[in-house]
């Protein structure tokens, strides 16, 4: 594809339940990242994965987040028991290599809603 | 703690003018400084700065990093109405990974 993509693009969910978010980087990028952009904030980084693998979690707020990677492709974030306080942007974001490219390129965002 | 902190936080002008955005950080292990512009969702990469002096051009922007002093600025000359839109900056580690420390954001209204 063109660029990177995430769905969906808008999600509202009631306070307790899980959430999926999924992410498809540009094709060829081997590191894919996660972020998430409060209302009036700034974007905090949440996981990195290089290749299937996640060396960097330290982002993630709370043991309620998980993200997975497969096929070096597509990533899911999933939050599971959602609160009004995850509300919020979720932006991904790959680039070609982390050595070799500080350029990342971000999707359009899922605008999660909890209720 | 780690720190990207921008100025302003929100700018209103009027077309034709000239504004600069302000970003400084305080991050260990620095490696690279980004600048994006973020209109809706998806922010688009501006500038790439890893050396200290060397001005970045695109059109009317440019943009200069400092590393002795920490800070970098965004220059716009001749603002248009389509420069509205939120200009991030953000830092990248020099680690095991290539996560980004942004600030806060400014918030650039260009009015006719």
């Given at each position: 594809?063109?660029?990177?993509s ?16 999924r992410c498809d980087p ?6 894919l ?35 997975e990677r497969t096929g070096g492709s597509v990533s899911t ?15 991904c ?23 | ?112």
């Amino acid at each position: 594809g063109a660029g990177v993509s995430q769905s969906p693009s808008n999600k509202v969910t009631e306070k307790g339940k899980d959430v999926e978010l999924r992410c498809d980087p540009i094709s060829g990028h081997t590191a894919l990242y996660w972020y998430r952009q409060s209302l009036g904030q700034g974007l905090e980084f949440l996981i990195y994965f290089q290749g299937n693998s996640a060396p960097d979690k330290s982002g993630l707020p709370s043991d309620r987040f998980s993200a997975e990677r497969t096929g070096g492709s597509v990533s899911t974030l999933t939050i599971q028991r959602t609160q009004q306080e995850d509300s919020a942007v979720y932006l991904c974001a790959s680039s070609l290599e982390r050595e070799g490219a500080d350029t990342q390129y971000f999707g359009p965002g899922t605008r999660l809603t909890v209720l | 703690e780690d720190k990207v902190v921008q100025s302003p936080l929100s700018l209103v002008v009027h077309e034709g003018d000239t504004v600069t955005l302000n970003c400084s950080y305080e991050v260990t292990n620095f490696r690279s400084l980004l600048w994006y512009k973020q209109e809706k969702k998806a922010p688009t990469f501006l500038f790439m700065l890893t050396s200290s002096g060397i001005e970045k051009k695109s059109g009317r922007l440019s943009s200069i990093l400092d590393k002795k002093e920490l800070f970098s600025i965004l220059n716009i000359t001749a603002t248009q109405t389509g420069d509205s839109a939120i200009y991030l900056c953000a830092v990248v580690y020099s680690s095991n990974t290539g996560k980004l420390i942004f600030g806060q954001g400014t918030t650039l209204q260009v009015k006719p």
